[in-house]
């Protein structure tokens, strides 16, 4: 577990992300992190979106159910 403290940001307040944090989360200085709520009432940091994360989702299914029609139309 990492301890992150809140200081202030200009008129604004934030959290100071040391290397490990960043590299634990795999982000880079200039990057977009998602702060998401997860099911049991936390949240939680990530650098992946989660709104791409459940259109790429529903895609699969609509290309998995639909494959035989797709494959038609590529010809």
């Known amino acids: ?27 880079q200085k200039g990057d977009t992190v998602y702060l998401t709520e997860s099911p049991d009432g936390g949240y939680r940091l990530t650098p992946y979106d989660p709104d791409f994360e459940r259109q790429m989702a529903l895609a699969e299914e609509i290309m998995h159910e639909d494959r035989d029609i797709l494959r038609a139309l590529a010809k």
Not at 10 to 16: E, H, M
């Open 1 to 27: 577990m990492l301890t992150l403290k809140v200081t202030t940001v200009g008129s604004s307040a934030g959290f100071i992300l040391t290397k490990e944090a960043m590299a634990r989360l795999k982000i």
